[in-house]
T-cell receptor, first 118, second 112 residues
Framework: AQKITQTQPGMFVQEKEAVTLDCTYD???????LFWYKQPSSGEMIFLIY??????QNATEGRYSLNFQKARKSANLVISASQLGDSAMYFC???????????????FGGGTRVLVKP | DGGITQSPKYLFRKEGQNVTLSCEQN?????MYWYRQDPGQGLRLIYY???????QKGDIAEGYSVSREKKESFPLTVTSAQKNPTAFYLC???????????FGDGTRLSIL
């Protein structure tokens, strides 16, 4: 089974509108972390936001927020007030297990391509 | 400025040839990682290292080798045993903590 599933291969969003990118995950560990990265066409990976499995509040970073629903094993990214520069691939990733034992290695989903229209 | 430097940006390999991709970081991170990305897909872990002189296989280690002789450096060798090496290779580093991984700009490897 896929550990990280991103079901939306591509999305169009109007500039200044909000967009939600879906991410579901599969793990039996109690301790895990969820990350979202942005990859522009140039290829670099840019960290956006992090949510720990024990964090009770949803993470927020500027225009990015994470809708964390632990029982549903989902960690959707919400981008508010979309900008043209938000056009990119977006990847959800998961770190499983306690860090000291498992390290900080990540499993990535297949990504969602977002295109912001002016 | 602190960061991760990957070189070269583009690399071409002849059939049967080994090639080495460089990854250097000056962030004082303990852990380093190599990922492979095929077109339109996510990243897959090749190898990772949490400490000098130690490394572990990731999900797709066959046909690749690494070394970690210095904390700052984690070179990846794509051997002739890797039959489909054309891909985008990304190196990353992190603290052993909840902190996110920082990525280099990547190396695009193609077969001549």
């Amino acid at each position: 089974a896929q550990k990280i599933t991103q079901t939306q291969p591509g999305m169009f969003v109007q500039e200044k509108e909000a967009v939600t990118l879906d991410c579901t995950y599969d793990t039996s560990d109690q301790s895990y972390g969820l990350f979202w990265y942005k990859q522009p066409s140039s290829g670099e990976m840019i960290f956006l936001i992090y949510q720990g499995s024990y964090d009770e509040q949803n993470a927020t970073e500027g225009r990015y927020s994470l809708n964390f629903q632990k029982a549903r094993k989902s960690a959707n990214l919400v981008i508010s007030a979309s900008q043209l520069g938000d056009s990119a691939m977006y990847f959800c990733a998961m770190r499983e297990g306690f860090i000291k034992a498992a390290g900080n290695k990540l499993t990535f989903g297949g990504g969602t391509r977002v295109l912001v229209k002016p | 400025d602190g960061g991760i430097t990957q070189s070269p940006k583009y690399l071409f390999r002849k059939e049967g040839q080994n090639v080495t991709l460089s990854c250097e970081q000056n962030l004082n991170h303990d852990a380093m990682y190599w990922y492979r990305q095929d077109p339109g897909q996510g990243l897959r872990l090749i190898y990772y290292s949490q400490i000098v002189n130690d490394f572990q296989k990731g999900d797709i280690a066959e046909g690749y080798s690494v070394s970690r002789e210095k904390k700052e450096s984690f070179p990846l060798t794509v051997t002739s045993a890797q039959k489909n090496p054309t891909a985008f290779y990304l190196c990353a580093s992190s603290l052993i903590s909840n902190q996110p991984q920082h990525f280099g700009d990547g190396t695009r490897l193609s077969i001549l």
